[in-house]
């Protein structure tokens, strides 16, 4: 069973600067991605960004590129998300999330960390 833990969440002033980390046990197969979505309240669940388990494909959302930045340390399962330029419509839970390369659809999830950006 993958576990996903999430952490680096809190709150930030407009502008600022903040870096998530997941970190992933229990991982099976040796090709996977690894993604971010957000939630904000009353609002649905949406992608960020993504990264295939070579860490050189990557892709973002529209609303963060150019702010965030998606990497991983394969060493030491870790996936980041850096975070800047952060605005109050950023606000949201932050969920890391895993699926192997024959998966359709992201089956494993973290708990969540929350962000909250200050105007």
């Known amino acids: 069973q993958v576990q996903l833990v999430e952490s680096g969440g809190g709150l930030v002033q407009t502008g600022g600067s903040l870096r998530l980390s997941c970190a992933a046990s229990?991982?099976?197969?040796?090709?996977?991605?690894m993604a971010w979505f957000r939630q904000a309240p009353g609002k649905e669940r949406e992608f960020v960004a993504d990264?295939?388990?070579?860490?050189?494909?990557?892709a973002y959302a529209d609303s963060v590129k150019g702010r965030f930045t998606i990497s991983s340390d394969n060493a030491k399962n870790l996936v980041y998300l850096q975070m800047s330029s952060l605005k109050p419509e950023d606000t949201a839970v932050y969920y890391c999330?895993?699926?192997?390369?024959?998966?359709?659809?992201?089956?494993?999830w973290g708990q969540g960390t929350q962000v909250t950006v200050s105007s």
């Open positions: 229990g991982r099976t197969v040796s090709n996977y991605f």
């Open positions: 999330a895993t699926r192997g390369i024959g998966a359709t659809r992201y089956n494993y």
């Open positions: 990264i295939n388990w070579t860490g050189v494909n990557t």
